[in-house]
């Protein structure tokens, strides 16, 4: 079975550039996380999503992240513009359900650079 | 808020010999849920070990065990017969079920194992 797949794994932009950032969860997981993990920390949760609706985006920084999962399936994450301080691993999540006993099962993340 | 608290940013352990991590966290919950998250140097995160607040019992998984004080609010990890494969990043998390099912994660800890 495929775990969940993100693309790109490594983006370098420079600064006021847009990016945006892919995943592809574990087929019939219907909950899906984006976090953030600076250089040295633990990952933070950016948002969360139930099948299609974003239940959760406290920690989303609106002014200039987005995100989106219009079929429930596949989500893209936006920046724009890109700040020097959004450097860093984006890590995309999917577990069967948002509770505590489905596994959440992380992709490889897509570590960004900007200059 | 949450706390997590991993005090010892970097471990190392002689293959085959027992290592423990150290986390700490605070909550005014009493129902939760923690957890021990490996990252390899690939990055892709992996589930170690669950424990359930309300169970007494130490959850165990093989090699890996965890020594949960709830009064202390201390989840130390222990690491039995350490492997060379155990070298990684480990991240302690908290979820707090009556608050969405985000992880928070401490800081972690780089354990490496050597010959």
């Known amino acids: 079975e495929a775990g969940v797949v993100q693309s790109p794994r490594y983006k370098i932009i420079e600064k006021k550039q847009p990016v945006a950032f892919w995943c592809n969860p574990i087929?019939?997981?219907?909950?899906l996380y984006w976090y953030l993990q600076n250089l040295g920390q633990g990952p933070e949760l950016l948002i969360r999503?139930?099948?299609?609706?974003?239940?959760?985006d406290s920690q989303l920084p609106k002014d200039r992240f987005s995100a989106e999962r219009l079929k429930g399936v596949d989500s893209t994450l936006k920046i724009q513009p890109a700040e020097l301080g959004d450097s860093a691993v984006y890590l995309c999540?999917?577990?069967?359900?948002?509770?505590?006993?489905?596994?959440?099962?992380f992709g490889p993340g897509t570590r960004l650079t900007v200059l | 808020a949450q706390t997590v608290t991993q005090s010892q940013p970097e471990m190392s352990v002689q293959e085959a010999e027992t290592v423990t991590l150290s986390c700490t966290y605070d909550?005014?919950?009493?129902?939760?849920?923690l957890f021990w998250y490996k990252q390899p140097p690939s990055r892709q995160m992996i589930l170690v070990i669950r424990?359930?607040?309300?169970?007494?019992q130490n959850a165990t998984e093989n090699r890996f065990s965890v020594n949960f004080q709830k009064a202390a609010k201390s989840f130390s990890l222990k690491i039995s017969d350490s492997q060379l494969g155990d070298t990684a990043m480990y991240f302690c998390?908290?979820?707090?079920?009556?608050?969405?099912?985000?992880?928070?994660f401490g800081k972690g800890t780089s354990l490496l194992v050597t010959p």
């Open positions: 999503y139930e099948n299609e609706e974003a239940v959760d």
């Open positions: 998390a908290f979820m707090n079920p009556y608050r969405g099912y985000a992880l928070n």
């Open positions: 999540a999917s577990s069967l359900g948002g509770t505590a006993h489905n596994e959440q099962f």
């Open positions: 909550t005014s919950e009493n129902n939760y849920y």
């Open positions: 424990q359930e607040a309300y169970k007494q």
């Open positions: 087929s019939g997981h219907n909950t």
